[in-house]
């Protein structure tokens, strides 16, 4: 399976962001005017998210060997994460001597509600699963956070066999509801807070957020459903 269940080495682990990291002002970035008054800091800049995904994918390819690759991207969070590691993968590939093909898919899947993890997986899109059969898969995550998510994934796609699977995360949770799944690849690892944008929503707000940003309870309530 891909990932694993022990203690990662610190190497493993991304950029660690520490429970007391205060964040930055609110006021020294751009951001929606829709949304003043609904967040509590930024924690992580989008040009930093942009240049950490750039490592990842010089590190993917470095791991797997340049062979083509497979990716399954789970949406909706992970949409801009994976768009911006496959444009990255994609430049390695041009100024590279051997062409790799970098194919994308899309699978969704439901686990909270507001805020809160709901206690079973959903999976409501997706295509046929049966095509990552022999294929070099990376699955491209928003968050992995217990896991529980994650891991019932991976156990749908061993069944048709891949050739080899990797998990690849922007970011990973410290939370105490963890399993100890930890993803091959990490962006990012962060305390148990709930952020928003870059794709990452709260009950679909907030895609359109570029900075990775922690939701203040006045926002958690007024998109509340």
């Known amino acids: 399976m891909a990932g694993s269940s022990e203690e990662a080495p610190?190497?493993?682990?991304?950029v660690v962001i520490m429970d007391d990291w205060p964040g930055y002002d609110l006021?020294?970035?751009?951001?929606?005017?829709?949304?003043?008054?609904?967040?509590?800091?930024?924690?992580?800049?989008?040009?930093?998210?942009?240049?950490?995904i750039e490592r990842l994918a010089k590190d993917i390819?470095?791991?797997?060997?340049?062979?083509d690759i497979m990716i399954l991207c789970v949406l909706k969070g992970g949409f801009k994460f994976c768009?911006?590691?496959?444009?990255?993968?994609k430049n390695?590939?041009?100024?590279?001597?051997?062409?790799?093909?970098?194919k994308v898919d899309f699978i969704r899947l439901k686990s909270s509600r507001n805020d809160q993890a709901m206690d079973e997986m959903q999976i409501i899109g997706g295509g046929d699963l049966?095509?990552?059969?022999?294929?070099?898969?990376l699955v491209v995550e928003d968050v992995v956070g217990t896991g529980r998510s994650m891991k019932a994934l991976l156990s749908g796609i061993e069944k048709y066999k891949p050739r080899k699977i990797k998990v690849a995360s922007l970011l990973v949770k410290r939370t105490p509801r963890?399993?100890?799944?930890?993803p091959d690849y990490a962006g990012f690892e962060i305390p148990d807070l709930f952020v928003v944008g870059y794709a990452l929503d709260y009950n679909e707000y907030f895609r359109d957020l570029n900075h990775i940003c922690v939701i203040n309870e006045h926002g958690k309530e007024k998109y509340r459903i």
């Open 61 to 67: 390819m470095k791991d797997i060997g340049y062979c």
């Open 178 to 182: 963890s399993d100890g799944f930890r």
């Open 130 to 137: 049966s095509t990552l059969a022999g294929k070099n898969v």
């Open 83 to 89: 768009v911006d590691l496959v444009e990255h993968l």
């Open 27 to 52: 006021n020294l970035f751009t951001y929606p005017q829709h949304y003043n008054g609904d967040l509590e800091y930024v924690l992580i800049p989008h040009g930093i998210i942009v240049d950490r």
């Open 92 to 102: 390695i590939s041009r100024n590279s001597d051997r062409f790799v093909s970098v």
């Open 10 to 14: 610190d190497s493993g682990r991304g």
